[in-house]
T-cell receptor
Framework: RKEVEQDPGPFNVPEGATVAFNCTYSNSASQSFFWYRQDCRKEPKLLMSVYSSGNEDGRFTAQLNRASQYISLLIRDSKLSDSATYLCVVTRKGSGAGSYQLTFGKGTKLSVIP | DTGVSQDPRHKITKRGQNVTFRCDPISEHNRLYWYRQTLGQGPEFLTYFQNEAQLEKSRLLSDRFSAERPKGSFSTLEIQRTEQGDSAMYLC?????????????FGPGTRLTVL
């Protein structure tokens, strides 16, 4: 089983739609959780951290359920500019001092259609 | 721009050649990571430096790969005797020593094509 698994996608949605991405992780020692966004042929960029209490940043809402090892991202009122690949990321401490290894899911591609 | 920079952005080489990539992290970040990303996959961890010390290496980092960070600032990743399977995007990331230490900031990557 892969350490981080995401919906395979792609998701093709019309502008203004609400879209939800799901992610599960297998390592219960995972410490921190993030969603990154990656545009085609560009580097991943941090979208938001994910907390058990849930957190919201404008149209984006992220949620973590540690008991079921499940992470979600909700995008409301989709814009054309939201088209990208969304990567679910978990971290755990590595063996090296101060090392935090990021483990990425394969990503889910979102296309927002006019 | 004070973000992570990488050089070159693109590299095309023939199988069997050696290549070297450079990463300049954000100046106050003492932690530096290398990742590799192939098409359709998320980035995979390769190695980690704290200052000049290489403290962790993935099993993905074969003997043909070597990374250095001689003065604790920029880092280099060298691949010897390249193979077609080495074709990928090589990403560098850095993070600060305090605060939210596991938030990593990525450079634009070096895209390697091995012919």
């Amino acid at each position: 089983r892969k350490e981080v698994e995401q919906d395979p996608g792609p998701f093709n949605v019309p502008e203004g739609a609400t879209v939800a991405f799901n992610c599960t992780y297998s390592n219960s020692a995972s410490q921190s959780f993030f969603w990154y966004r990656q545009d085609c042929r560009k580097e991943p960029k941090l979208l938001m951290s994910v907390y058990s209490s849930g957190n919201e940043d404008g149209r984006f809402t992220a949620q973590l359920n540690r008991a079921s090892q499940y992470i979600s991202l909700l995008i409301r009122d989709s814009k054309l500019s939201d088209s990208a690949t969304y990567l679910c990321v978990v971290t755990r401490k590595g063996s090296g001092a101060g090392s935090y290894q990021l483990t990425f899911g394969k990503g889910t591609k979102l296309s927002v259609i006019p | 721009d004070t973000g992570v920079s990488q050089d070159p952005r693109h590299k095309i080489t023939k199988r069997g050649q050696n290549v070297t990539f450079r990463c300049d992290p954000i100046s106050e970040h003492n932690r530096l990571y290398w990742y590799r990303q192939t098409l359709g996959q998320g980035p995979e961890f390769l190695t980690y430096f704290q200052n000049e010390a290489q403290l962790e290496k993935s099993r993905l980092l074969s003997d043909r790969f070597s990374a250095e960070r001689p003065k604790g600032s920029f880092s280099t990743l060298e691949i010897q005797r390249t193979e077609q399977g080495d074709s990928a995007m090589y990403l560098c990331a850095s993070s600060p020593s305090g605060g939210i230490t596991d938030t990593q900031y990525f450079g634009p990557g070096t895209r390697l094509t091995v012919l």
